[in-house]
């Protein structure tokens, strides 16, 4: 395995106090946030599971800063959050790669706009390899998968030392090989680092494997239903009874124990 070999960045602690928020729609406002609070302590795995269209992306907008919320506050560290910062570091639902630059060349985008990747040079390496994109350094975008590019903005997100990491569903375009490994790697990643993760995914058994803390959100507007402690130690494993019984409970909240 590689490692990344990153600067030991504590993770920060996220707040999110009382969090509503809703959108204009032909005029009419559709709230999809309701009263939402949650706390990231430092280090700390959070996974976001919540039917799609619950409001999950918008929460992630507002904890990047690129979205303000219409009640409510979130807060870094204590201090609000205003705005995007290089500490928040992202990875969309939807990974947007620059056509016209070398996957070599959107990966060290971060270090290049902070005036580090002289000495940073071998970090975009590191990264590529972690992804398994090494082969693929010169290649454009147009040239990979649609999971090569996730995989891309990925190492992108890993090289700028995130102190929260905060990904929306990255796993999503992966074939299920790739994803399990990619699962592990972003554990091992995590746990090296000590960054804090705040990861939205539909995949049950994804957040039970990776999170030490899952969080269950109600159909839009999302209202928290549970938040349930995953107190077991890693490496997982996806047959470990503990995690068997939480992946039934978590389903029946989500309204699917009928169809497992
Ligand atoms: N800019 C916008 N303007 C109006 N409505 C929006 C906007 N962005 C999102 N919405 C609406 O807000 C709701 C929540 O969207 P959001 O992307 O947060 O859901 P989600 O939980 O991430 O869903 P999914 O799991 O499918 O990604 C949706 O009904 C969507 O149509
Ligand atoms: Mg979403």
């Not at 699962?183 to 957040?207: N, P, S």
């Not at 349930?228 to 047959?239: L, M, Q, V």
């Amino acid at each position: 395995m590689v490692a990344l070999e990153q600067d030991r960045t504590a993770g920060l602690a996220l707040e999110v106090q009382s969090v509503s928020h809703a959108f204009d729609l032909h005029g009419a406002p559709l709230p999809v946030l309701d009263d939402v609070s949650l706390r990231a302590e430092p280090g700390e795995f959070v996974a976001l599971l919540g039917p799609s269209g619950c409001g999950k992306s918008t929460l992630l907008r507002q904890v990047a800063g690129l979205e303000p919320p219409r009640a409510g506050r979130l807060t870094a560290d204590g201090a609000p959050i205003a705005g995007p910062h290089p500490s928040r570091v992202v990875v969309f639902q939807d990974p947007t790669l620059y056509p016209w630059r070398t996957v070599w060349d959107n990966v060290a985008l971060g270090l290049e706009a902070q005036g580090r990747l002289k000495a940073n040079r071998g970090r975009v390496e590191e990264a590529l390899r972690l992804v398994g994109l090494d082969k693929f350094a010169k290649a454009y975008p147009h040239q990979l998968s649609g999971g090569m590019a996730q995989r891309a903005a990925l190492a992108r997100a890993l090289v700028n030392d995130p102190r929260l990491l905060v990904l929306d569903e990255p796993l999503g375009k992966l074939d299920s090989l790739t994803r399990i490994a990619m699962q592990g790697e972003i554990v091992r990643l995590w746990r090296d680092a000590g960054f804090t993760a705040l990861l939205v995914t539909h995949d049950v058994e994804e957040a039970l494997l990776m999170a030490t803390k899952v969080v269950v959100f109600s159909e839009r507007p999302a209202r928290i239903k549970a938040e349930i402690a995953i107190d077991r130690p890693y490496p997982r494993h996806r047959d470990d009874p503990v995690l068997v019984d939480l992946r039934h409970r978590v389903l029946e909240l989500l309204g699917l124990a009928e169809s497992w």
